[in-house]
DNA sequence: AGATACACGTGGTCTGACCACTTTCTTTGA
DNA sequence: TCAAAGAAAGTGGTCAGACCACGTGTATCT
């Protein structure tokens, strides 16, 4: 394989191949790609050249490579495209001020989502989970979130989770009773009071 | 330089490196890194595996390699990097659908806050520019995000889009009414009206 | 049947060769 | 002396090859 007339590089051709290659075979998350060598008489490139391609895609977060074994695919939405934004929108000295209020926002949608989601005995675990455990406030959302049944939803706050705590800003004391409410709120269908509920979390997590 | 001790490939620690070294450096874009063969000297690898590295940075859109000349750092652009790797996502329906729902989130919570934080000028504004031109629907919402006043939730929204927009669905036809009957509601600070005449703008764009 | 050893396949890393292009330096000619 | 041309050096691009580390499968032994 040569460069004499395209203008791409062999590795971005290979990145190409390789997802037509994963489109045209159906693979899925879990799923072998063919092994460097085979790539590499398949695509008529140098092993070298697949590697660099394999490295690229695989920082990405879209496969994952292990010696002795070979190259699978990952699930797509585990790529780092969330992590890697993050870097860059987090660095942003103006988006700090932004952290809170967007943590909030997520946190309401997801309540949303897990509102409309949820069966009954998803929300009544939920509630006997609240009852029985110690948890924090992150653990209690992580379960909300996870019920938002969005995995970008989820990822997006995950992120958001991890850079406000980052902060430094103090974990506040688990009021359970709040959290109780909250769920009972959930489980009673009302969207409205469970955002009043939620506001009223966050009013006394504050001091 | 072997792996013997550490679970990190060569080429990662050798992005670790390189993002240590731009830091240090104050690298900014236009400037230039090291050659290949430095790199290789100074990070005591082989130069093969520094291509590995640096391939897998121009994947991400954070340098760029011109042949004869060297390798240098670009400003870093999103939606690069969310187009390629919504050539991915598309094989992935729930990926699919988890970005198009958190975009209509996404959205919902830029026009809450617009709501909660503009004044009277600036919706009479958006009403007067709703009237006066032609614009897209992402030319609307891009101003809602602004109006918002909430810098991340900006940024998410913009992404979000970029993203959306890469999976291929067709631009509606913007039909002017529902726009301006979601501006009004905002102008009479009726949120939950609002919300509605956004899910009915929704619930169109969607045929 | 279970444990062990061996062979083979796969990835991991490095070296080296050579080519294409760009930049820098040196030589030549006006 | 200055400008242009050519050569040398530097940079990236690609490939082949060597050899190691690990995982898997098969054969053999207890």
Redesign the interface.
């Known amino acids: 394989m040569n460069q004499s007339e395209g203008k791409s590089k062999v ?2 051709e290979i ?1 190409k191949q390789l ?1 037509v290659m ?2 045209t075979d159906g693979l899925k998350a879990g799923d072998k790609i063919p092994s460097e060598r085979e790539l590499s008489e398949r695509l008529d490139a140098g092993r ?1 050249s697949v ?3 394999l ?6 977060g ?1 496969i994952e490579t292990r010696r002795g074994e070979g190259t699978f695919i990952r ?3 585990e ?1 780092q ?1 969330v992590q ?2 993050s870097t ?2 987090l660095q ?1 000295k ?2 700090k ?3 809170v ?2 943590k909030y ?1 997520i946190e309401m ?1 997801c309540l ?2 897990a509102a409309a989601k949820s069966g009954d005995d998803k929300l009544a675990q939920l509630k006997q989970w609240t009852s029985a455990s110690e948890f924090s406030d992150d653990d209690f959302f992580l379960k909300i979130a996870d019920m938002a049944d ?4 989820f990822r ?1 706050w995950k992120i958001l989770k991890d850079y406000y705590n980052s902060l430094g800003i103090n974990p506040p004391a688990v009021n359970k009773a709040y959290y109780e409410k909250l769920t009972d709120d959930l489980l009673a269908g009302d969207i409205d009071r469970t955002l009043l509920s939620y506001w009223q979390l966050r009013d006394l997590s504050k001091e």
Chains 1, 2 share one sequence.
């Open positions: 590795y971005i990145v997802r994963i489109e070298s590697r660099e391609a490295r690229a895609l695989e920082l990405l879209l699930d797509f939405r790529n495209l890697l934004l860059f929108i942003d103006r988006a001020r932004d952290v209020e967007t926002l949608d949303r989502q969005n995995h970008l939803l997006i």
